[in-house]
């Protein structure tokens, strides 16, 4: 986890580091910690099992709020939670780093350190079927500008591997195998915007030199 902070801290800032701060925060914290380690005495249960059925509560617990920001807290600790449960049974981990070839993921979800280890010149764009606006992983995905549809709910199921996917980040659509005509009008769309960004960025370097 601190491998990743350092990783998101170099390549999205400080302020996106702080989410993986705030997961350090999480494995220390006695309010999970503690329950944990009482039910493996009192239950005689190993601490694969504890820590799984712990978290789970807090996590059914955080998804069954009614604040939205507070229910995106439940893909948090299960990333936390993922993470050191993997290390106990000892399962390795897809580096989703690792991705070297352009790839759209479909994934029913993904966690914030999936998010942040994305390499922009490989992974394209990302649907989940959960999600909303205020997760972290968006949040990471409109820093590292990669296209994102979170909450797409049945893009799982919908979507084959080798489909042709466009993911509409700006509209929040997702479009399976379109036809020529879509996507010829989403490469000139593409470009415009490709055109744009260059524009603004020239403004940008005018403005500094100036001040």
């Known amino acids: 986890m601190e491998i990743i902070r350092d990783k998101a801290e170099k390549d999205l800032g400080a302020d996106k580091a702080a989410i993986f701060d705030a997961h ?6 006695p309010e ?25 509560m807090f996590i059914t617990m955080f998804e069954q ?3 939205e920001y507070m229910k995106e807290r439940a893909a948090d600790i ?10 106990l049974l000892g399962v390795h981990i897809p580096n989703p780093s690792m991705i070297a070839e352009e790839v759209i993921i479909i994934a029913e979800d993904l966690t914030p350190s999936d998010t942040a280890q994305l390499n922009p010149a490989y992974v394209k764009g990302f649907t989940t079927d959960i999600g909303g606006r205020t997760s972290h992983s ?18 799982t199921t919908s979507i084959e591997n080798g489909d042709l996917v466009i ?9 399976i195998n379109p036809t020529p005509e879509l996507v010829k009008r989403y490469e ?8 744009q960004k260059a524009e603004w960025a020239k403004l940008v370097n005018e403005k500094n030199r100036y001040e």
Do not use: C, W
């Open 138 to 155: 968006a949040i990471m995905a409109r820093s590292l500008e990669i296209p994102a549809v979170v909450g797409a709910k049945s893009v």
């Open 24 to 29: 350090l925060l999480v494995l220390a914290d």
């Open 78 to 87: 299960r990333d936390v939670t993922k993470r050191v449960l993997s290390h």
């Open 32 to 56: 999970l910690i503690t329950p944990i380690q009482d039910k493996i005495q009192s239950e005689n249960v190993n601490a694969e099992f504890s820590l799984n059925e712990t978290a789970s």
């Open 188 to 195: 000139e769309e593409q470009e415009a915007y490709a055109r």
């Open 65 to 67: 709020m009614d604040n």
């Open 167 to 175: 993911i509409d980040g700006l509209k929040g659509e997702v479009h």
